[in-house]
């Protein structure tokens, strides 16, 4: 049971790496607009793993284990590509915004934890967090940078 849960956490070996190559790719061949559509679609493929997980816990552990470790490379790839786009949210203010993004995702694991979970399984809380999940991965649509552009638009925006 030990070496099958710890298959999640062993997909940080590469799988953010992975991420941060795919952002790099599409940032050479798009622009900033490449980045952000990358992190748009490896969160969307995230949620649909998430989505497979919470269906297949009536396949067996085979299933489970095989759907867990697909879930978990985009779960890590989608960090890497958002660390794409960390160093051009604030030029001024880098070392800030990297603190935010590195120390949010431990805050937010613990809050949700807290949320869904208290002292016993919750049925209810897979289908609530994928609807959360969803809903938070659209706000990347609504992220603009003025020095790069946005989904739609590449390069300097004027101001608001």
Same mark, same amino acid.
Request: glycine fraction near 12%; hydrophobic fraction near 50%; aromatic fraction near 10%.
């Given at each position: @049971?030990?070496?099958?849960?710890?298959?999640?956490?062993?997909?940080?070996?590469?799988? %953010?790496?992975?991420?941060?190559?795919? &952002?790099?790719?599409? $940032?050479?061949?798009?622009?900033? +607009?490449? +980045?952000?559509?990358?992190?748009?679609?490896?969160?969307?493929?995230? !949620?649909?793993?998430?989505?497979?997980?919470? +269906?297949?816990?009536?396949?067996? *552990?085979?299933?489970? =284990?095989?759907?867990?470790?697909?879930?978990?490379?985009?779960?890590?790839? @989608?960090?890497?590509?958002?660390? !794409?786009?960390?160093?051009?949210?604030?030029?001024?203010?880098?070392?800030?915004? &990297?603190?935010?993004?590195?120390? $949010? !995702?431990?805050?937010?694991?613990?809050?949700?934890? %807290?949320?869904?979970?208290? !002292?016993?399984?919750?049925?209810? @809380? $897979?289908?609530?967090?994928?609807?959360?999940?969803? &809903?938070?991965? %659209?706000?990347?649509?609504?992220?603009?940078?003025? %020095? =790069?552009?946005?989904?739609? *638009?590449?390069?300097?925006?004027?101001?608001?």
């Amino acid at each position: @049971a030990g070496l099958l849960s710890s298959l999640y956490g062993l997909m940080n070996l590469f799988a %953010r790496s992975i991420g941060g190559l795919m &952002s790099d790719w599409a $940032d050479a061949r798009w622009e900033m +607009r490449g +980045r952000l559509w990358c992190l748009w679609i490896i969160q969307t493929l995230e !949620g649909v793993a998430f989505v497979l997980r919470v +269906r297949a816990k009536k396949g067996g *552990v085979v299933v489970c =284990v095989a759907i867990m470790v697909f879930f978990s490379l985009f779960v890590q790839a @989608a960090e890497g590509a958002s660390y !794409g786009v960390v160093p051009l949210v604030s030029f001024e203010a880098l070392g800030v915004v &990297s603190g935010m993004i590195g120390a $949010d !995702g431990n805050l937010r694991a613990v809050i949700n934890a %807290r949320l869904w979970f208290r !002292g016993h399984f919750e049925t209810d @809380a $897979d289908r609530v967090y994928g609807h959360l999940h969803h &809903s938070c991965r %659209r706000l990347v649509f609504l992220l603009v940078l003025p %020095r =790069v552009g946005c989904h739609v *638009v590449q390069g300097r925006l004027p101001p608001l």
